[in-house]
Nanobody
């Protein structure tokens, strides 16, 4: 069954904002870490933001730090607020869930659950 569902992608002009959401269900809802990854054609999927749910602490890749904010609500949903978007933020965005401490380091192989992805396009 589907465990992670992303929403909120779309097209926006440079400098604009988007808010992505990831809703967890089933076993994914009990994972300690929820992260956002992104991928463009021909490149590896890269982690950009992760939240450790028990303490509400977060970690960011340098490419998005200061522009993106990851947060969670009380209903198993994690949000990614993306501000000051740039054309190089264009990618397919995926959320992922896991409980291994290496999740903090964006190790793709330790995430147990992945969403289907949502496209973000930044273009004028």
């Amino acid at each position: 069954q589907v465990q992670l569902v992303e929403s909120g992608g779309g097209s926006v002009q440079p400098g604009g904002s988007l808010r992505l959401s990831c809703t967890a269900s089933g076993s994914a809802a009990s994972a300690d870490y929820i992260a956002w990854f992104r991928q463009t054609p021909g490149k590896e999927r890269e982690g950009i933001a992760v939240i450790y749910k028990p303490d509400h602490v977060s970690n960011y890749d340098h490419s998005v730090k200061g522009r993106f904010t990851i947060s969670r609500d009380a209903r198993n949903t994690v949000h990614l607020q993306m501000d000051s978007l740039r054309p190089d933020d264009t990618a397919m965005y995926y959320c992922a869930a896991g409980s291994d401490p290496k999740c903090w380091l964006f190790r793709r192989d330790v995430y147990n659950y992945w969403g289907q992805g949502t496209q973000v396009t930044v273009s004028s």
